[in-house]
């Protein structure tokens, strides 16, 4: 699915998505293009980008990144490639980036890959399903396109990476809270479920630090003006956005940090159980060994033993071990053994 966007100053945006226009307008002088690209179906175009050959039914996602629009070949593969690793690549002509994004889908975290190629006057991005922050970044260019595509291409790209990031705030703060909830039941330590549950967190905190951690190295790079393509008005906003992913990082470095406590307390918290339960164990069987110890004694079937013949023997051996165990309870009651 192929959609565009071409602003010229002084006149009205226009929405294409007629692919010969789009081209036309991608090889014009004059005006901004913001060209959105969405492959439903990324793998087949991979797969047939590396075998390069064509079914006959296109033209094909990867045809029109790679004849129509002249990219290069690998940039193309890279572009159509699930799940890659955030990066910026100079490709002279253009730049090309991979970027990703959060999206909480059943209760869980993944990330969603963006490509883009940010030309003098062009930026096209590629995406292989729906992404909210890109949707939001159109809209912000059909709302005000004198803003942002009325300038340098560049700061069309800025809009992209803003509201991209943007998307990491409520699910790191849902990971906050998701913290915050579960720290009473680890330092109570009784529920079983709080390990898996802690486990998850963790792994949330870890896909989320994987992507952005690079992700800030790619959006730092574009702030540091290293590219030729990147205009020195666009680097301001670009520092704006890096700032809130230095913001970011630090924040689930914070909540990385809290939930390998959170582990720690919850399993100090069953070994501190687990040795009271020993120690409450160990205290009965203080008292009940001396009391072993007299039964034993006189158990043993020896002839002479006076007391088995004395009227009050029974009677004060029980005495004895009735006054044995009274005393070990209040002394170990005492050191609060029990």
């Not at 004849?67 to 159509?80: I, K, M, N, T, Y």
């Not at 720290?183 to 549950?197: I, K, M, N, Y």
Request: aromatic share 6%; charged share 25%.
């Amino acid at each position: 699915m192929l959609s565009a966007l071409s602003y010229l100053r002084g006149q009205p945006l226009r929405e294409t998505a007629d692919l010969e226009e789009v081209v036309r307008l991608f090889h014009a002088e004059g005006g901004a293009l913001w060209v959105d690209l969405l492959v439903a179906d990324a793998p087949a175009a991979l797969a047939r980008l590396k075998a390069n050959q064509a079914d006959g039914g296109g033209p094909h996602p990867e045809q029109i990144l790679r004849d129509r629009f002249g990219f290069h070949p690998l940039a193309v593969e890279d572009a159509l490639t699930p799940n890659h690793a955030p990066k910026i690549d100079d490709l002279e002509s253009s730049l090309f980036g991979v970027l990703h994004t959060p999206v909480a889908e059943g209760g869980r975290v993944r990330t969603r890959t963006l490509s883009f190629f940010l030309g003098r006057r062009t930026l096209v991005t590629v995406h292989k399903a729906p992404l909210p922050g890109l949707d939001r970044a159109l809209a912000r260019a059909r709302r005000d396109p004198a803003r942002v595509l009325g300038h340098d291409v560049d700061l069309a790209l800025h809009a992209l990476l803003d509201e991209l990031i943007v998307d990491f705030d409520p699910v790191a703060e849902e990971l906050g809270v998701a913290i915050d909830a579960l720290e009473p039941q680890a330092l109570r330590g009784r529920d079983e479920t709080v390990l898996h549950r802690i486990l998850e967190l963790k792994r949330r905190a870890a896909i989320l630090f994987r992507v952005l951690r690079p992700e800030r190295d790619v959006i730092g790079t574009l702030a540091r003006g290293e590219f030729p393509l990147v205009s020195k008005k666009a680097r301001l906003y670009y520092r704006d956005v890096y700032d809130h992913c230095v913001r970011l990082h630090d924040l689930l470095e914070s909540h990385r940090d809290a939930i390998a406590s959170l582990r720690d307390a919850y399993l100090a918290s069953v070994n501190n159980r687990m040795n009271r339960t020993m120690q409450t164990l160990a205290a009965v069987t203080t008292v009940l060994l001396p009391l072993t110890v007299v039964t034993g004694i006189y158990g043993m079937n020896f002839e002479n033993m006076p007391e088995l013949h004395s009227p009050y023997g029974y009677p004060a051996v029980l005495a004895l071990m009735a006054t044995i165990s009274v005393s070990l309870f209040l002394l170990l009651r005492r050191k609060r053994w029990l």
